[in-house]
């Protein structure tokens, strides 16, 4: 189990992000991260072994600056509590970074291929073949949420992911199957968590992700699509009281 953080919108957003993850401490936390697309359109990463407040004081979380962000606290299942396998993970080229809650059980393979395409592997965590996954797919299609797509349905396992990409800055990608993932319904901002403690003090309006489903979301506006057709699904909000 692990927690898992997302906000599109904000402008203080390490500051949320950093309170968000803390209040999800209780589902994992050996390490945590946050990265964020920064002022010049690139993937900033910050993260760490130990908890929320320790990581966030030494790595300076504050100092993120950006409107689109995701963050993790990980307990750990594939690979030693260490700074490289801390999420978030992120690709050769630095074009995309995400963070995962869950388990692929093939990641040994996709891992194989993956290394005998090119890609070089920093963490010993099944997360990182995701990451250089989409990677590889998007070499392919030159298209985001495709390349995203494509590489869960090469995934065998539980997930539940958060993806943030230079080529579509705005954006956050999200997906889950059997791992928890609920998105947060803001004025003008939006949330994606583990759960509703994740951004209970921004918003009340919450959207449950089913699995096989995944959602695009930006500050004002969010579409849920389900991960091999990509038919869009409309889904009710609930309040939560
Ligand atoms: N399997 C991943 C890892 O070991 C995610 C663990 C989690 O859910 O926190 O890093």
């Not at 995203?148 to 889950?176: R, S």
């Amino acid at each position: 189990m692990c927690g898992i953080s997302g906000i599109a919108g904000l402008s203080n957003i390490s500051r949320v992000l950093t309170d968000s993850i803390r209040q999800l401490e209780y589902r994992g936390y050996d390490s945590c991260g946050i990265a964020v697309i920064n002022e010049d359109g690139k993937i900033e990463v910050k993260k760490n072994i130990g908890a929320v407040d320790h990581v966030s004081t030494q790595e300076d979380f504050a100092s993120l600056k950006g409107t689109v962000g995701i963050a993790h606290t990980r307990w750990a299942t594939h690979g030693e509590v260490t700074r490289e396998n801390t999420h978030p993970h992120t690709c050769c080229k630095s074009e995309f970074t995400l963070v995962h809650n869950g388990i692929i059980s093939n990641y040994n393979q996709l891992k194989e291929m993956l290394t005998a395409k090119g890609h070089k592997f920093i963490s010993q965590t099944d997360t990182e073949a995701i990451v250089h996954l989409v990677e590889e797919e998007y070499k392919k299609t030159k298209d985001a949420e495709k390349a995203f797509t494509n590489a869960l349905q090469k995934v065998d396992g539980t997930f539940a992911v958060v993806m943030l990409t230079v080529h579509e800055p705005d954006k956050i990608f999200c997906a889950k199957n059997e791992s928890p993932l609920i998105l947060g319904i803001g004025d003008e901002s939006n949330y994606i968590g583990s759960d509703f403690n994740a951004f209970i003090n921004h918003t009340k309006n919450a959207v449950i992700l089913d699995d096989w489903e995944y959602a695009i979301v930006t500050n004002d506006r969010y579409t849920i699509k389900h991960i091999s057709s990509a038919e869009v699904i409309e889904k009710e909000i609930t309040k939560i009281t």
